[in-house]
């Protein structure tokens, strides 16, 4: 079924359009990568063009969203008829690895000729990978401290007004 062209859009015009999506935290490069495919995909294979593709990393979520706490932000900047956003949030809708996605026209009437796309292949492939975040870092290395010092080697800090008691605390050891 042809989808009918608004009379408010320019002949020759598309509609400028911002998504961001969340993935689940434990969703792997690859799994990224392939969401990224697909929604790539749909708007260059309905006439769309993009513009932007960005990972914006693992964040803490303001609230629980499928019972995920975290989520992985990615960001879509797009030029596209309003059919290429019911068919991409229809796949973000039906995929696992997706928790939310919002999509928001910034523009209409863009000429798509005159928008350049900041997008090439390594844009696109920094999209696809995901920094682990801080948290993460700090349960990888076990809570030890980040300048690389060991328990072994370290160097007591005392506070000042306490020197007499570290000194004792010496002594007794």
């Known amino acids: 079924m042809a989808r ?10 598309s509609r400028e359009y911002e998504t961001v999506y969340i993935l689940r935290p434990n969703t792997a490069n690859d799994g990224v990568a392939e969401v990224n495919t697909k929604v790539k995909g749909i708007i260059e294979g309905l006439g769309g063009k993009v513009l932007k593709v960005d990972n914006w990393g693992k964040r803490r979520l303001a609230y629980e969203v499928s019972k995920e706490r975290k989520g992985i932000y990615l960001y879509w900047r797009y030029l596209a008829s309003p059919g290429v956003v019911e068919e991409t949030e229809r796949n973000l809708r039906m995929l696992d690895h997706v928790i939310r996605y919002m999509t928001v026209k910034v523009d209409e009437n863009v000429v798509a000729d005159a928008r350049p796309s900041e ?5 696109y492939e920094r999209a696809a990978s995901t920094a682990a975040d801080e948290e993460d ?3 990888i290395r076990g809570g030890e401290p980040s300048d690389g010092s060991s328990d072994d080697d370290e160097d007591d800090y005392v506070a ?3 020197e007499d008691d570290a000194a004792t605390k010496t002594e007794e050891s």
Not at 4 to 13: H, I, K, N, W
Not at 119 to 123: G, I, K, R, W, Y
């Open 160 to 162: 000042p007004g306490f």
């Open 4 to 13: 009918l062209e608004s009379l408010r859009d320019a002949p020759g015009t």
């Open 119 to 123: 997008l090439d292949e390594t844009s």
């Open 137 to 139: 870092l700090f349960l």
